[in-house]
């Protein structure tokens, strides 16, 4: 199960209140999280953010996401599963660096697939890789 518990710091949202639990982040996605969000979390979790952006939003959407000033709910709830994903990597990694490598790089229960791009393509991918992290902290074979 994600926790969300530190996403609306990752996000970059001033008013952290206002998505302090998980009901407030869930109507603030759906009120529009800002386009910056978006930039914001794919900086932190690859070197190649313009790969994340895009995968998230078209970047002919993107200019008009711009212009809006803000994501529509669909593209908001995949930039907080991202989020979350990266935090709880960082919680099990211990090392900003480390976490990264494991977002990143092939994973063999993923197909050979990277965990950012399960994450990206689907909520059931987002918790796929939260439970290899989960036995990864606590010790299982992942």
Do not use: C
């Amino acid at each position: 199960m994600l926790a969300y518990a530190s996403v609306p710091g990752l996000l970059g949202l001033k008013n952290k209140g206002e998505a302090a639990s998980p009901l407030k982040l869930m109507a603030r996605i759906e009120d529009g999280l800002p386009v910056g969000a978006l930039a914001e979390i794919a900086e932190t979790v690859t070197p190649n953010a313009g790969y994340v952006i895009s995968r998230i939003v078209a970047k002919a959407t993107l200019s008009r996401r711009k212009k809006e000033g803000a994501l529509s709910p669909a593209e908001g709830a995949v930039v907080a599963r991202l989020a979350a994903i990266w935090s709880q990597a960082l919680e099990v990694w211990g090392d900003a660096e480390d976490a990264r490598a494991f977002l990143n790089r092939p994973h063999p229960m993923l197909d050979g697939r990277s965990p950012l791009d399960v994450t990206l393509q689907s909520e059931i991918g987002g918790e796929v890789v939260s439970q290899i992290l989960g036995r990864l902290q606590y010790g299982s074979a992942a």
